[in-house]
Each structure stands twice: as C-alpha cells, then as structure tokens.
C-alpha cells in the first residue's frame, strides 16, 4: 500500500501562513480596526517589507484571512457531512449523525470556538473593500445552500410534521452556531455551542420524525 505525501510549504509559504494565523488571532480577539500590521509583523518576527512582500495592504490580508476561513469551514463540513453519509444511507439519519459529529467537534476545542470570522467582518464591513465583502455575504450563501441540499434530501424521503420554509430551516444552522459562539464567549461557557447544536439536532428530529 502506498502513502501520498502533502507537500510541505516552501518558507514563503509557511511566512504567510503565520501571518494569517497571527493576524485572524488578533481580529478575533479585538476587531480588524485595532489590529494593527504593526503588531502582527512584530508578532511573525517580520520586516515591514517581509509583510509587503505578501500582502500589500491591509484590505489584502483580510481578503487572504477571509478565503483562508471559508476554506477551512468548508472543509469541516465537507469531512463531517461525508462522514455521516457514508454512516448511514438514510438522508435523515445521516444528517443527525452528522449534527452530532459537528457538536462533538466544537466540544473539542481546547478552549472554546475561537469566534466567527464573518461576523468581525459584518460587524465593521466599512472597514473593507467590496469584493471582501461580497465574499462575506457568498459564503454565508453558500452554507445555507449546503444546508439546503441536505434538507431537501431529507424532505424527499420524510415530509416535514409542520410546514416549514426549508431555505429557513437551512439558514437556522448557521444562525445557531453564531450565536452560540457569542453566548459561548460573552457567558464564559464553551459548552454552550455543543448544547446549541445538539438541541438543533432535536428540531431537526422531531420536524422530519414518521408520523
């Protein structure tokens, strides 16, 4: 049996990864206005023409910051939701088990959920160019479209007990788990976000259950 490698970076690529974790840790636990390149090029141990060489203003670093983000959500999700598929084939079950392997994921995260990207982003949107927000608000777009293919898998094999709008039901995840990230951070209880989703998971349940 062979094994496939991944590529390590090369050193300018493993720079701009630091960078992008230096500067999303930053954003996440103050804002983009007070985070400074300044402090982000001290942080990496950089020059001012080393950051430059990457990113040539700020606008481009939260560009690189925000596809960086989504990439990584979706690969989340991608994993989680393939997983639950390949679990069951039952659209329903699938999804639920899918709910809880997300659940458990947040529940392992040593300390909490970092916070949400997009919404630092949509809380100071007049901080940035258009296209970053444009990307903002397709990403959003395309989780709730995620959503919103499993649901109608799920709703062409069990109708829902109650009528429901299935694009709300979809846009209800996302909703939840950004909230809860904020309950999460502002009540100091990490926990909360596993709970949210797990109660979801509930709705869910009971919206598609057999009569």
Not at 156 to 183: H, K, W
Not at 202 to 210: H, V
Request: negative net charge; proline residues 4%; aromatic residues 8%.
């Amino acid at each position: 049996m062979s094994t496939v490698l991944e590529p390590r970076m090369s050193k300018g690529e493993a720079t701009r990864e630091r960078i992008l974790e230096i500067a999303e840790a930053a954003v996440l636990a103050k804002g983009f206005g007070a985070t400074s390149i300044e402090e982000v090029i001290a942080e990496a141990g950089l020059t001012k023409s080393g950051f430059f060489y990457h990113f040539r203003d700020k606008n481009a670093l939260a560009r690189e910051m925000l596809r960086r983000y989504v990439a990584t959500n979706d690969q989340l999700f991608d994993d989680i939701f393939t997983r639950g598929r390949e679990l069951s084939d039952d659209p329903l079950q699938a999804f639920l088990i899918s709910l809880k392997l997300l659940a458990e994921t947040m529940a392992d995260l040593p300390s909490g959920h970092p916070g949400c990207l997009i919404a630092s982003i949509c809380y100071q949107e007049r901080l940035f160019d258009r296209e970053i927000r444009d990307l903002t608000a397709q990403s959003v777009r395309d989780w709730n479209a995620r959503f919103r293919a499993i649901l109608d898998g799920i709703a062409s094999v069990y109708s829902p007990r109650e009528p429901v709008d299935l694009d709300d039901v979809a846009d209800m995840l996302s909703c939840i788990v950004d909230g809860a990230i904020i309950m999460s951070k502002t009540l100091n209880d990490p926990s909360r976000l596993e709970r949210q989703i797990l109660i979801f998971r509930s709705c869910i349940k009971l919206m598609f259950a057999p009569n």
